[in-house]
């Protein structure tokens, strides 16, 4: 898997070719067998295709024009709402969209014990690892994929159209790139690790 953790690009081109239902089921099987806090397991995963990717994406639109104009849940970010409208583009294009819920998650808006706040932390790490696997899974099967947190500019509307328990955290979109994006930069190595200790 180290080649496709150098390979892997966020892809936001996809072209017309439908993703076989044995690859799609590897992909979300690798993100089932990731590491979970305590073994909880937290997730659930939702596929959505065709028609209902289609009543899906009007639910994401409804929760972007709610955002611009009336009760917004991010009022700070509405700077981003151009960036989640290109996001509703790029979904359209993609054949599938996987939704990623954590089935023990208590929502944005709860209230928390500073305990019941590291449960949440600790299954959000959990469902991470889990996305994390989808991704490099595709790209080891030659898969495109994006990672999207756009998702809670239409938070409300987006949890209406799943009708699950728990938390929508993230949604993932899968398809053949029709782009070979450059790597994005990252940080100096020297800058981000802290060495303690003798080796």
């Not at 150098?6 to 799609?24: A, N, T, W």
């Not at 955002?67 to 960036?83: C, F, K, M, W, Y």
């Not at 949890?159 to 994005?184: N, T």
Request: aromatic share 10%; glycine share 6%.
């Amino acid at each position: 898997m180290i080649s496709a953790i150098y390979e892997r690009r966020s892809i936001r081109k996809f072209i017309e070719k439908p993703i076989s239902k044995e690859d799609l089921t590897e992909i979300i099987e690798s993100g089932i067998k990731a590491p979970s806090s305590k073994n909880r397991q937290p997730w659930n995963f939702i596929v959505a295709q065709g028609a209902e990717k289609e009543e899906m994406l009007k639910f994401f639109r409804m929760g972007i024009a709610r955002e611009e104009t009336g009760d917004a849940l991010l009022p700070q970010s509405r700077q981003h709402i151009p960036a989640a409208k290109y996001t509703v583009d790029i979904m359209e294009k993609a054949p599938v969209i996987v939704f990623v819920v954590n089935s023990l998650g208590q929502g944005i808006a709860s209230e928390m014990t500073p305990e019941e706040h590291i449960y949440e932390i600790c299954n959000v790490q959990s469902v991470s690892a889990a996305i994390q696997n989808m991704l490099l899974t595709a790209t080891e099967k030659g898969i495109g994929s994006l990672w999207i947190c756009d998702i809670y500019f239409a938070y409300a509307e987006l949890s209406e159209w799943l009708h699950c328990e728990g938390q929508l955290l993230a949604a993932v979109a899968f398809g053949y790139a029709d782009e070979c994006p450059r790597e994005r930069p990252r940080k100096a190595f020297e800058d981000v690790v802290i060495w303690r200790g003798e080796l």
